[in-house]
T-cell receptor, first 116, second 116 residues
């Protein structure tokens, strides 16, 4: 079974600085997809960024970028120029593409606090 | 686009009572997911449907839980009888299925269930 591990339960960063959240996963699949979701205190789950495993180029979305290391099964999220509104829980998620399964497996999350 | 709509937003009930959670997916999305979120276990997939048909219900905790999707625009998750350990936030999510495996899940705002 696939597992997703986020080793940092909590992190904090000063406003305008850069922070990196780590995520590793375990799979024997070759084709799969990876996602980062954000959950602010309102508890809404918001997609931040996604990556296809067959693409070597790291995905970027404005201030958010990933460092995808397929061989190491690592998928870290970098937030540049942190803003107070980035304060939230961040979840890494994995979805395999095999046999029609669409199961999305989540890590336990990292609580990020951006300090003024 | 109204997004995924869940009701109620909060539910407080007594142990032994029946609870029904409701979800309206985004129009045109043909995959629907029910997740449960707790502090201890994080986000767990309970069941998912594709084209109104249950595909994977291996995450349903026990027979007290049941889910239905009578049509493409409505799904319910029922707990009967409810127990205090069922207290959690229940999320419904939808996405376009088929070959678009990298299309993200769109989450509703969740139902916070408290069983006393």
């Amino acid at each position: 079974a696939q597992t997703v591990t986020q080793s940092q339960p909590e992190m904090s960063v000063q406003e305008a600085e850069t922070v990196t959240l780590s995520c590793t996963y375990d799979t024997s699949e070759n084709n799969y997809y990876l996602f980062w979701y954000k959950q602010p205190p309102s508890r809404q789950m918001i997609l931040v960024i996604r990556q296809e495993a067959y693409k070597q180029q790291n995905a970027t979305e404005n201030r958010f970028s990933v460092n995808f290391q397929k061989a190491a099964k690592s998928f870290s999220l970098k937030i540049s120029d942190s803003q107070l509104g980035d304060t939230a829980m961040y979840f890494c998620a994995f979805m395999k593409h095999k046999g029609g399964s669409e199961k999305l497996v989540f890590g336990k999350g990292t609580k990020l606090t951006v300090n003024p | 686009d109204a997004g995924v709509i869940q009701s109620p937003r909060h539910e407080v009930t007594e142990m032994g009572q029946e609870v029904t959670l409701r979800c309206k997916p985004i129009s045109g999305h043909n995959s629907l997911f029910w997740y449960r979120q707790t502090m201890m276990r994080g986000l767990e997939l309970l069941i998912y449907f594709n084209n109104n048909v249950p595909i994977d219900d291996s995450g349903m905790p026990e027979d007290r839980f049941s889910a239905k999707m009578p049509n493409a625009s409505f799904s319910t998750l029922k707990i009967q009888p409810s127990e205090p350990r069922d207290s959690a936030v229940y999320f419904c999510a939808s996405r376009t299925g088929g070959g678009s495996y990298n299309s993200p899940l769109h989450f509703g705002n969740g139902t916070r269930l408290t069983v006393t």
